[in-house]
T-cell receptor
């Protein structure tokens, strides 16, 4: 079975500073990778996804992530954060051979300080 | 992205009663929908996969007789929490899968509080 680990449960960061959210996964088969953002009391919104091709994926709101197969990682980065980026961020994987079921990491709470 | 609605957005019920939550795909027809629950400050846990016209597939540890799922049409799936207890209080979120893609579109969630 696959699993997803988000190494940081909380990340405080100052406005306009860069941020990196770490995500590692374990799976014996090929996976698709996703990052979602959840604002308070809302559902999830897709930031970006990796299905195939270039390992550097650009998403919405200035976020990007890099797929590293050898390290089984899919870290999310943003060079300069805004107050509005304060939210919960979830990394998720789906097995290519098992339909579209997602397995989520534990989440990372980003708190952007002025 | 696609629009997915959930109703109600917030419900309080008494212990022992049943509550129905609706999930609607407003932009496209979906043969597959997913139901998740999320406890405060925790991640999403997949409860079941809802398949239009057939029985739902439940994840291990989820009581199918307690969490009844009906996917009667290509745009509507319902989750009924039967004989609710305080431990069922949670945030329930549905998602819709667009066929032939691996992207899921999430509803805004329903907060259930059982007193």
């Amino acid at each position: 079975a696959q699993s997803v680990t988000q190494l940081d449960s909380q990340v405080p960061v100052f406005e306009e500073a860069p941020v990196e959210l770490r995500c590692n996964y374990s799976s014996s088969v090929s996976v698709y990778l996703f990052w979602y953002v959840q604002y308070p009391n809302q559902g999830l919104q897709l930031l970006l996804k990796y299905l195939s091709g270039s390992t550097l994926v650009k998403g919405i709101n200035g976020f990007e992530a890099e797929f590293n197969k050898s390290q089984t990682s899919f870290h999310l980065r943003k060079p300069s954060v805004h107050i509005s980026d304060t939210a919960e961020y979830f990394c998720a994987v789906a097995l290519k051979a098992a339909g579209n079921k997602l397995t989520f990491g534990g989440g990372t709470r980003v708190l952007v300080k002025p | 992205g696609a629009v997915v609605s959930q109703h109600p957005s917030w419900v309080i019920c008494k212990s022992g009663t049943s509550v129905k939550i609706e999930c609607r795909s407003l932009d496209f027809q979906a043969t597959t929908m997913f139901w998740y629950r999320q406890f405060p400050k925790q991640s999403l846990m997949l409860m079941a996969t809802s398949n239009e016209g057939s029985k739902a597939t439940y994840e291990q540890g989820v009581e199918k007789d307690k969490f009844l799922i009906n996917h009667a049409s290509l745009t509507l799936s319902t989750l009924t929490v039967t004989s609710a207890h305080p431990e069922d209080s949670s945030f329930y979120i549905c998602s819709v899968n667009r066929d032939s893609t691996y992207e899921q579109y999430f509803g805004p969630g329903t907060r259930l509080t059982v007193t």
